[in-house]
Every structure is written in structure tokens, then in C-alpha cells.
Nanobody, 115 residues
């Protein structure tokens, strides 16, 4: 059974940092493209960052230079380091694992940026 379990969300002030982790099980992790998506109230879900099996990364323009995605294939984990957080980063962040037609999602973790 595929499971993606996120952790690390919370409440932070503008300018602060958070580190989101996603632990995967039930998949051949190293073959999957891993990503973080977010959805704010009233908005569509959007890709935040993704990392391919070869380590190539892709970021939304709004987070470039502030967020960093990384993966540890041995531990089957993907991490999103978020720095210089802004109120507009407030959203539910979900981990995604994708391989061709196989698309898996975690439950999500809330990130709230407010003073």
C-alpha cells in the first residue's frame, strides 16, 4: 500500500523558515518524480517544487530562491526547505509521487505564515 506522510507544517511569522518532510512507503521511491504542491483557500492547487530521479529540480516562480527541494532515495524521503516565508505562502502543502500514470498523494500539512 502506497503511503506518503507529510510532517513539519505549522505557524510561522513572515521571514521565518519551515522544513517539510515527506516519508514514502510502498513505492520504488527512486524511480518517482517527487513534488510538493500547495492549495490555498479559494485557489487552485499549484506545483511548488519537484525533483526528478536524477536530481533535476523545478520550482514555481513565486518560490525560486526561497525554497529548496531535496530527496534521499535511501530513506525514501523528500524535503522542502522553505525560507523567507511570506503570508502568501499560507496553504495546505501536499507531497506527490508520480511515475507515468501512477500518481500518489499525501494528506497534506498546513503552513500558516502570519504576524
Amino acid at each position: 500500500q502506497v503511503q506518503l506522510v507529510e510532517s513539519g507544517g505549522g505557524l510561522v511569522q513572515p521571514g521565518g523558515s519551515l522544513r517539510l518532510s515527506c516519508a514514502a512507503s510502498g513505492i520504488s521511491f527512486s524511480f518517482y518524480v517527487m513534488g510538493w504542491y500547495r492549495q490555498a483557500p479559494g485557489k487552485q492547487r499549484e506545483l511548488v517544487a519537484a525533483i526528478a530521479r536524477d536530481g533535476n529540480t523545478n520550482y514555481a516562480d513565486s518560490v525560486k530562491g526561497r525554497f529548496t527541494i531535496s530527496r534521499d532515495n535511501a530513506k525514501k524521503m523528500v524535503v522542502l526547505q522553505m525560507n523567507s516565508l511570506k503570508p502568501e505562502d499560507t496553504a495546505v502543502y501536499c507531497c506527490n509521487a508520480r511515475l507515468i500514470s501512477n500518481d500518489c498523494w499525501g494528506q497534506g500539512t498546513q503552513v500558516t505564515v502570519t504576524s
